[in-house]
Structures are given as C-alpha cells and as structure tokens.
Nanobody, 115 residues
Framework: QVQLVESGGGLVQPGGSLRVSCVAS????????MYWVRQAPGKGLEWVSS????????DYTRAVRGRFTASRDNTKDTMYLQMNDLKPEDTALYYC????????RGQGTQVTVSS
C-alpha cells in the first residue's frame, strides 16, 4: 500500500534553515506528481509545493517562493524540501502527499520556528 514517511523537522530560529525529507513506497514514485502541504496550529491544510515526476516542474505557494526549494531523487524514492530564511509563520506540521489537497499524506514532521 502507499506509504509516505516524513522526517527532518525540528526547532529552528527565525532566519535559519532546515531540510525535510519524504520516503515513498508502495507505488511508482518516479511517474507520480508529489506535493508538500502543511498545517499550522489551529488552521487547515495549506498547499506548499508541487514537484513533477522528473523534478523539472516545480511550483510554490507565494508565501514560500524564493525561500523554499523542493526536489526529488527518483533513485531513492525520496522527496526533499529545503527551507531557508524560515519565519515564525512557517511553523507547521509538514506532510508529503500524492495529491495537492493532502488527502493521501504521511504522518508529518513538525517544524517550529521560534527564538
């Protein structure tokens, strides 16, 4: 069955960087669009980034554009989200998903941006 496992979250100060990862299994990762979504405390799921099957098509929500970089390694069935210049409003549970709405997502990894 489809399994998505996120890791790499943590506590970071404003302006800092963090990279989160997502390991996929149970489906043909290399031909699947993948997504990052997040959920801030008390809010709904928010789409963050989309990554095409070969990694050449990438899009971001305006709030993270220029600060976050999404990528994937199809040889490892793994997707990444490099987050730079983090802000307190980036604090959220970050999920990878096989759909943009986040219905089919992993368990998430917590990112907390605070001084």
């Amino acid at each position: 069955q489809v399994q998505l496992v996120e890791s790499g979250g943590g506590l970071v100060q404003p302006g800092g960087s963090l990279r989160v990862s997502c390991v996929a299994s149970g489906f043909k990762f290399s031909v699947t669009w993948m997504y990052w979504v997040r959920q801030a405390p008390g809010k709904g799921l928010e789409w963050v980034s989309s990554v095409g099957p070969d990694g050449s098509s990438v899009d971001y929500t305006r709030a993270v554009r220029g600060r976050f970089t999404a990528s994937r390694d199809n040889t490892k069935d793994t997707m990444y989200l490099q987050m730079n210049d983090l802000k307190p409003e980036d604090t959220a549970l970050y999920y990878c998903s096989t759909d943009k709405a986040g219905y089919h997502r992993g368990q998430g990894t917590q990112v907390t941006v605070s001084s």
